[in-house]
Nanobody, 123 residues
Framework: QPQLVESGGDSVQPGGSLRLSCGIS????????IGWFRQAPGKDREWVSC???????SYADSVKGRFAISRNSAKNRVFLQMNSLKPEDTGTYFC?????????????????WGQGTKVTVSA
């Protein structure tokens, strides 16, 4: 059974950095796209980033240039490096698996999800 477990969430000040980790088991990460989503309190879940075929990466405009997604297949992990954090980055961050190697910006494009890790950016 595929499983994804997020970790690394914390409370940081604006301008700070965090690295989120998505631990993967039950499938080989090389054969699937992995995406990150986030959900702020009272708001809809939104797509943040994805790593797919050939380790191609894509980002939401709101995080482009500040966040970086990467994959360490030997360790069955996908990371989201988040720099220059802003209060609007606050939320619960989820990693998810797409049933193929191509990224999607839509929740319907993913079939397995983690439980989330909380990020708070506040002074």
């Amino acid at each position: 059974q595929p499983q994804l477990v997020e970790s690394g969430g914390d409370s940081v000040q604006p301008g700070g950095s965090l690295r989120l980790s998505c631990g993967i088991s039950g499938f080989t990460p090389d054969y699937y796209a992995i995406g990150w989503f986030r959900q702020a309190p009272g708001k809809d879940r939104e797509w943040v980033s994805c790593i797919g075929n050939g380790d191609s990466t894509s980002y939401a405009d709101s995080v482009k240039g500040r966040f970086a997604i990467s994959r360490n297949s030997a360790k069955n992990r996908v990371f989201l490096q988040m720099n220059s954090l802003k209060p609007e980055d606050t939320g619960t961050y989820f990693c998810a698996r797409a049933p193929y190697l191509y990224c999607s910006m839509y929740q319907s494009g993913y079939d397995y999800w983690g439980q989330g890790t909380k990020v708070t950016v506040s002074a």
